[in-house]
């Protein structure tokens, strides 16, 4: 399986400030994704990170709220910015596998805004 | 309707026994077909994978996959506690764009 590792595991901000989330895949992976999980809630989707180029964002979530940036094949960032306390929540980076198009999952970063 | 349904349970069973989890998808070109584990807390886990139609047995877990019907689901024999988590079914149009996950179905193995 592949690896992959996001930092912040957790982390409590101020509303009105910014976070980045850092996420490290190895070489396995083809293509990139960022996730939003609510309490209780399934996996939803915010964007594919494209190496080089701006992500591809899903309905509902805008590059000024959630800049993705993706230097190279192995490395991503999601920043959240201008927080409120709606954006508590899980965030987690996917890698997605050349063989067999098999997704894996970094250990999340836990969002509290206060 | 949803690209990807599932019961969201909680579907509970006794210690021992066979639990059925079950998944329906919308898109017939969907190609390959994934269930997760996500326990409290943690980040969701990948135990089967299955891209034809039939059965892809692995240990306790068995992956059932009827295309026709759109449908697959996940069978886990001799049901123990420590597999009480939420279980996603995802499914894959092309081999790495389009995943979609469906809602999770809670299970509660009860000792």
């Known amino acids: 399986s592949a690896v992959i590792s996001q930092k912040p595991s957790r982390d409590i901000c101020q509303r009105g400030t910014s976070l980045t989330i850092q996420c490290q895949v190895d070489s396995q992976v083809t293509m990139m994704f960022w996730y939003r999980q609510q309490p209780g809630q399934s996996l939803t989707l915010i964007a594919t990170a494209n190496q080089g180029s701006e992500a591809t964002y899903e309905s509902g979530f805008v590059i000024d709220k959630f800049p993705i940036s993706r230097p190279n094949l192995t490395f991503s960032t999601l920043t959240v910015s201008n927080m409120s306390p709606e954006d508590s929540s899980i965030y987690l980076c996917?890698?997605?596998?050349?063989?067999?198009?098999?997704?894996?999952f970094g250990q999340g970063t836990r969002l509290t805004v206060v | 309707q949803k690209e990807v349904e599932q019961n969201s349970g909680p579907l509970s069973v006794p210690e021992g026994a066979i639990a059925s989890l079950n998944c329906t998808y919308s898109?017939?070109?969907?190609?390959?077909f994934f269930w997760y584990r996500q326990y409290s807390g943690k980040s969701p886990e990948l135990i089967m994978s299955i891209y034809s139609n039939g059965d892809k047995e692995d240990g306790r877990f068995t992956a059932q996959l009827n295309k026709a019907s759109q449908y697959v689901s996940l069978l886990i024999r001799d049901s123990q506690p420590s597999d009480s988590a939420t279980y996603l079914c995802a499914v894959n149009k092309d081999y790495g764009q389009n995943f979609v996950f469906g809602p999770g179905t809670r299970l509660s193995v009860l000792p």
């Open positions: 898109d017939r070109v969907s190609q390959s």
């Open positions: 996917s890698g997605c596998s050349r063989s067999g198009g098999k997704a894996f």
